[in-house]
């Protein structure tokens, strides 16, 4: 039992962790461990167990290294589009960057489970005007994401590839 407490007394702070990269380090190094535990049949690993986070501070790294929040891959007829974003819950919106344009030849038959429409639940004809598939996330992920795209502007330059001001010279 005193092994135990001494251990966690003496535990070293975590490393800070801000990216994927970070704390694919942190495990590489030592410094933390993943914890392991089963659920149910599924085996889970918990990369972030000694990191000291907050789940939304995980959020926070994976939205840092992935650039996009979590959402779904939502595809609809083009006739339905503007329908189904209006109808859609109120702690959910689109994700615009990841919005696509589909025509019937590229988007029937390419997934096995994309067949239908999922705001009028017809099935996807080779006689359809196209598709737009959009990417639904919360509202709460999308706060996340432009509080995590302001914390990191400051240290970006202000057109990409663009050197810092060397004084007028």
């Not at 005193?2 to 410094?31: E, V």
């Not at 302001?150 to 970006?156: G, H, K, L, M, V």
Request: aromatic share 8%; with cysteine; glycine share 6%.
């Amino acid at each position: 039992m005193f092994a135990w407490l001494s251990r966690m007394l003496w535990r070293k702070k975590p490393p800070a962790i801000r990216t994927l990269d970070d704390l694919t380090a942190a495990l590489k190094s030592g410094a933390i461990n993943a914890h392991v535990y089963r659920e149910g049949e599924v085996q889970v690993a918990d990369l972030f167990a000694e990191t000291d986070l907050s789940l939304m501070e995980r959020k926070k790294v994976m939205l840092r290294s992935f650039g996009s929040p979590a959402g779904i891959r939502m595809y609809v007829h083009r006739s339905c589009a503007s329908a189904y974003v209006e109808q859609l819950p109120a702690d959910r919106t689109v994700f615009e960057p990841h919005t696509e344009e589909w025509t019937p030849a590229d988007l029937i038959g390419r997934y096995r489970d994309v067949t239908h429409c999922d705001h009028c639940r017809r099935e996807f004809l080779p006689s359809d005007e196209g598709y737009i598939a959009y990417w639904v996330v919360s509202r709460e992920e999308m706060r996340l994401l432009e509080e995590v795209q302001r914390e990191q502007s400051p240290d970006t330059p202000a057109e990409p590839g663009a050197a810092p001001d060397s004084g007028g010279k």
